[in-house]
């Protein structure tokens, strides 16, 4: 199963609401989501501060930066592995 590492950290509303994004990709979707908090590392700040939430996918290290639509996730997912795993769409 895929795993999409979740650049965030607390107290962030657009990091919330790409949460919401991807819990509903999830639904139909198999994949992980890895949240890492940003807070707790300088390097992390350092390239993410100004630019979450940003996904990135663990096997390819591909990222996906905010803003993005559910459309996106899914166009996102499908790039590397267009498997019906990731082609379905609710």
Same mark, same amino acid.
């Given at each position: ?8 950290? !607390? =107290?962030?509303?657009?990091?919330? $609401? ?8 999830? $639904?139909? $979707? ?14 992390? @700040?350092?390239?993410? =501060?100004?630019? @979450? ?5 663990? !096997? ?9 639509? @559910? ?20």
């Amino acid at each position: 199963m895929r795993t999409l590492a979740f650049y965030t950290t !607390a =107290g962030c509303h657009l990091c919330e $609401q790409a949460f919401v994004l991807l819990t509903e990709v999830q $639904q139909s $979707q198999p994949f992980l989501i890895d949240a890492i908090d940003i807070a707790d590392s300088d390097q992390l @700040i350092e390239r993410y =501060g100004v630019r @979450i939430p940003v996904v990135r996918l663990e !096997a390819s290290e591909r990222e996906l930066g905010w803003p993005f639509s @559910i459309d996106d996730l899914f166009d996102f997912l499908n790039a590397d592995d267009p498997s019906p795993d990731f082609t379905a769409r609710p």
